[in-house]
DNA sequence: CGCACATCCTGTGTGC
DNA sequence: TGCACACAGGATGTGC
């Protein structure tokens, strides 16, 4: 689920709880997770090593190690839970019928981090370095970073002919949008989701270009209060509908002109749009 | 090359 | 209530 502001207010908590502390022992409870890599190569190369720092890459989360990094893909389901130790661990995870969903455990001094995803799409895996990471390797620009300039977005926009709500999915254009903050960025910029990527004006550029701006670093306020608290199990971002215009609201009245907000396949996923004022 | 589509999984909500 | 089906905030490989 999560999309860059998910992913950063993740990567600025986790920093503050597991930066300079060393991973003693790594659990693989659920190999499918570290596929198509081994249990043992993310266990062996994380294992005795030191978190020096916590990185985010478009929507890819890094433990950066003395030696080697961590990738972590949340995909649409996977989070993080902490655990005191090893035995909250043993006594609480995988425990049915209700005990706390556990693919991956990192135990360090200090606690246990615990990487789950009950449908098992997200992924663990190490690398020798983040640019040896394949799926970082291909990310496009940052777009909270100072490299998306206008110059660089109209570039990006006038070598698509993709509809607006592909171009803006496609991670190695920009990365870190998804299917949320894609639809909400281009209700604020006033632009239909079907129009051609190199069909839009220099005005309607800069619209999108600062609705891009604006709603990831709202959503990254709203991520961040409250921070995430991976102590609790049932931990999860609040308050995120309440900042969202059109995501998910199909039949509510749009917020600039009261009619109806649509929803409609594009490349298997939904997007929602008002028709009346995106052009 | 660009693009549409199926696929990987499991849980939840909806309508009959 | 039980059941079938649609759908889910993502990325990748396949075939056209």
Same mark, same amino acid.
């Given at each position: 689920?999560?999309?860059?502001?998910?992913?950063?207010?993740?990567?600025?908590?986790?920093?503050?709880?597991?930066?300079?502390?060393?991973?003693?022992?790594?659990?693989?409870?659920?190999?499918?997770?570290?596929?198509?890599?081994?249990?043992?190569?993310?266990?062996?190369?994380?294992?005795?090593?030191?978190?020096?720092?916590?990185?985010?890459?478009?929507?890819?989360?890094?433990?950066?190690?003395?030696?080697?990094?961590?990738?972590?893909?949340?995909?649409?389901?996977?989070?993080?839970?902490?655990?005191?130790?090893?035995?909250?661990?043993?006594?609480?995870?995988?425990?049915?019928?209700?005990?706390?969903?556990?693919?991956?455990?990192?135990?360090?001094?200090?606690?246990?981090?615990?990487?789950?995803?009950?449908?098992?799409?997200?992924?663990?895996?190490?690398?020798?370095?983040?640019?040896?990471?394949?799926?970082?390797?291909?990310?496009?620009?940052?777009?909270?970073?100072?490299?998306?300039?206008?110059?660089?977005?109209?570039?990006?926009?006038?070598?698509?002919?993709?509809? %607006?709500?592909?171009?803006?999915?496609?991670?190695?254009?920009?990365?870190?949008?998804?299917?949320?903050?894609?639809?909400?960025? %281009?209700?604020?910029?006033?632009?239909?989701?079907?129009?051609?990527?190199?069909? +839009?004006?220099?005005?309607?550029?800069?619209?999108?270009?600062?609705?891009?701006?604006?709603?990831?670093?709202?959503?990254?306020?709203?991520?961040?209060?409250?921070?995430?608290?991976?102590?609790?199990?049932?931990?999860?971002?609040?308050? +995120?509908?309440?900042?969202?215009?059109?995501?998910?609201?199909?039949?509510?009245?749009?917020?600039?002109?009261?009619?109806?907000?649509?929803?409609?396949?594009?490349?298997?996923?939904?997007?929602?749009?008002?028709?009346?004022?995106?052009?």
């Amino acid at each position: 689920m999560p999309e860059l502001p998910e992913v950063e207010a993740i990567a600025i908590s986790l920093r503050l709880l597991v930066a300079r502390h060393k991973i003693r022992c790594v659990h693989v409870l659920h190999p499918i997770v570290t596929q198509p890599q081994s249990p043992d190569h993310v266990t062996r190369s994380a294992e005795n090593h030191k978190i020096q720092s916590v990185a985010r890459r478009g929507k890819y989360l890094f433990l950066v190690l003395d030696r080697g990094v961590i990738e972590m893909h949340f995909r649409f389901d996977g989070h993080l839970i902490w655990f005191k130790n090893a035995k909250d661990l043993l006594d609480r995870a995988n425990r049915k019928p209700d005990g706390v969903h556990v693919d991956v455990a990192f135990e360090l001094d200090k606690g246990v981090l615990a990487f789950t995803d009950n449908r098992h799409l997200g992924r663990v895996h190490a690398w020798e370095s983040i640019d040896a990471c394949l799926g970082a390797a291909k990310l496009g620009i940052d777009p909270t970073s100072n490299e998306f300039t206008q110059a660089a977005f109209a570039e990006l926009l006038a070598g698509s002919r993709r509809p %607006l709500k592909a171009f803006l999915l496609d991670q190695s254009g920009i990365a870190g949008i998804g299917n949320i903050y894609s639809c909400e960025a %281009l209700w604020h910029a006033r632009l239909d989701p079907r129009r051609r990527a190199d069909s +839009i004006t220099s005005a309607d550029r800069r619209r999108l270009h600062k609705a891009i701006v604006s709603v990831l670093r709202r959503a990254l306020e709203c991520c961040l209060q409250p921070a995430p608290d991976f102590r609790d199990p049932d931990w999860w971002f609040r308050g +995120i509908d309440d900042i969202l215009r059109v995501y998910n609201r199909e039949g509510q009245a749009c917020r600039r002109d009261g009619h109806p907000i649509r929803r409609l396949a594009q490349g298997g996923r939904s997007t929602y749009f008002c028709e009346y004022c995106q052009k």
